[in-house]
């Protein structure tokens, strides 16, 4: 069905009003006060979460008796910021001895696992908080009750049908929590149950001095950004931008990340998420978690230069890995799935790889990277295909797996790779009628519209991602300069119709660069140049098609 043509962008309300539209909010006054003016005094009422009282007084006690409390945290953005939050305000509220910890994919993998465990209690804990996780492990949480320990559980994913063993579970998707909201990721959770500790102490603590954390985290695990979601990280953003924190402020001086404007949920998407993720695909997750703790400023930078140097190192290991299983897929896929594995690949990348060739080849790919005889891989596929459903009718091939129905990982034996393969093609071929996402159609850009005013306009639907996309741009120009760039990356200089030039970053466009003609149609986002900064902007092209 062809989509019907949209209506020019012309004066800068109608790019909001627009939006607004695709959103279904352009009836409901309320509702877009609310969008376009979040504020965090109208958030979901938190008295409502289940078992968030019971975790505030018994945090209360510890603090109270001088107790030690661990905090494990899962190896990602929204773990370790989690963590990160609830050991700094701990110190703040007088903890005697907060020991955060977190999970690692080459020693336990994902969540509290028994090996996990095990370093939690050499700690000797008197209280166990576990973030961004604890919600399928049973096992782990039973020896800690065996052992009288006490733990709370902060995690949003999957509720189990068998209860936990622990002292409270904070988590909205419990069938019985009453909390109105169902998005907060693990480090919005944290924050509640840090206010909830206040309120029970009677403490002066100012909690929107997390908000730039709850920003990360919330973003990096792609989060709904609606409703509560919306209204912490934009402030958390703002928060951001001042850089009050000195491992956050060192990173965006490495990186190079202009403070100067508006912050945007795709610097941290692209810019700071990938950094703080580099030690844990490399590596213990660790010093992504001393970064942003580090209260010392000469001490961070130091620490901001190894993150850095640990993503390049991660960069380098990707490129080698995804040219090699680009190869294998071309032996070995087929047009209803890719099922590739290597000896060496890195556990820690096998995800960025898989999502890279299931957009490039637009069909569910599987990554794996063997150890010997043992495998753990990722599934990543196209939007809306139920991943989680294929992967669980080849199941019979596999050691374990889990996830959801957007990405999956599993763990096989080698000489059952190519019957997976052929188990999990099959599952893939039978689902291919799973309902397409719809592209959105994007907005016609007039050679005449001023597009630092169209920036500042779409600055006001910020920020953008899970649940409410930035609008798409379409903009013609003069080609005046383009070259490719190391990783296939497309970079190009347009002069436009009504005057000035604009600096276009094409990724993965790289190979387009010999049939460009003089002129070209440009789909993608408009953003601000970080690395030129000042009023420097930037189009990321998703698509280019020569001019007719």
């Not at 409901?28 to 005094?41: E, K, S, W």
């Not at 519209?449 to 500042?456: I, M, N, S, T, V």
Request: glycine letters at 10%; proline letters at 5%; one cysteine or more.
């Amino acid at each position: 069905m062809a989509v019907p043509e949209q209506p020019k962008l012309g004066p800068r309300t109608k790019t909001i009003a627009r939006h607004l539209l695709v959103l279904g909010l352009s009836e409901d006054a309320t509702a877009r006060t609310r969008f376009l003016l979040p504020r965090l005094a109208e958030l979901s009422d938190p008295a409502t979460m289940a078992d968030r009282t019971q975790a505030a007084a018994r945090l209360a006690l510890a603090i109270k008796r001088k107790e030690r409390i661990v905090v494990f945290g899962d190896y990602d953005c929204d773990g370790m910021t989690a963590t990160a939050i609830m050991t700094e305000a701990l110190r703040k509220l007088g903890a005697a001895e907060v020991v955060p910890l977190l999970a690692s994919r080459f020693d336990g993998g994902y969540g509290l696992s028994l090996r996990a465990l095990e370093r939690v209690l050499e700690a000797k804990p008197d209280l166990v908080v576990t973030c961004d996780c604890g919600s399928s492990d049973h096992e782990s949480l039973e020896v800690l009750a065996e052992k009288g320990i006490d733990a709370l559980v902060i995690d949003h994913h999957l509720v189990p049908e068998r209860p936990l063993p622990v002292l409270a579970f904070l988590n909205p998707h419990r069938p019985e929590c009453q909390f109105a909201y169902k998005g907060l990721a693990s480090c919005g959770l944290a924050l509640s149950l840090v206010a909830a500790v206040r309120a029970e102490l009677g403490a002066a603590l100012d909690v929107r001095s997390w908000l730039d954390l709850v920003a990360i985290g919330t973003i990096a695990d792609v989060a709904p950004l609606d409703g509560d979601n919306r209204a912490l990280v934009r402030a958390g953003l703002a928060q951001l931008a001042r850089a009050e924190r000195p491992g956050l402020l060192s990173l965006c001086d490495v990186i190079g990340l202009d403070r100067s404007g508006t912050l945007v949920a795709s610097d941290v998407a692209f810019r700071i998420a990938p950094r703080l993720n580099a030690p844990g695909r490399m590596g213990p997750p660790d010093l992504a978690l001393q970064l942003l703790l580090e209260r010392d400023p000469e001490k961070a930078r130091s620490l901001a230069l190894e993150v850095e140097h640990l993503c390049q190192m991660r960069r380098e290991a990707q490129t080698s890995i995804e040219r090699e299983a680009s190869e294998d897929a071309d032996l070995h896929g087929s047009v209803d799935a890719v099922v590739v594995g290597r000896p060496g690949w890195n556990h820690g990348i096998v995800g960025i790889v898989a999502g890279r060739i299931a957009e490039t080849r637009a069909c569910p790919t599987v990554v794996i990277g063997f150890e010997g005889d043992v495998g753990r891989g990722s599934v990543r596929g196209p939007a809306g295909f139920p991943l989680f459903d294929a992967v669980q009718a080849a199941s019979s091939a596999l050691v374990r797996f889990g996830g959801h129905q957007a990405a999956a990982g599993l763990e096989l034996r080698l000489e059952r790779l190519v019957e997976f393969r052929a188990l999990f093609a099959a599952a893939c071929a039978e689902r291919r009628d799973y309902p397409r996402v719809v592209a959105r159609a994007p907005l016609e850009v007039d050679a005449s519209d001023d597009l630092g005013e169209l920036l500042a306009d779409l600055y006001e639907l910020e920020p953008c991602g899970q649940g409410n996309p930035a609008p798409l741009l379409r903009l013609s120009g003069q080609v005046r300069g383009s070259r490719a760039l190391k990783g296939g990356h497309l970079k190009m200089d347009l002069e436009r119709a009504g005057g000035g030039r604009l600096s276009v970053f094409g990724p993965g466009l790289g190979s387009r660069l010999e049939s460009l003609g003089s002129s070209v149609t440009v789909v993608g986002s408009l953003r601000a140049d970080r690395y030129r900064g000042g009023d420097a902007l930037e189009f990321l092209a998703q698509r280019l098609d020569p001019e007719s």
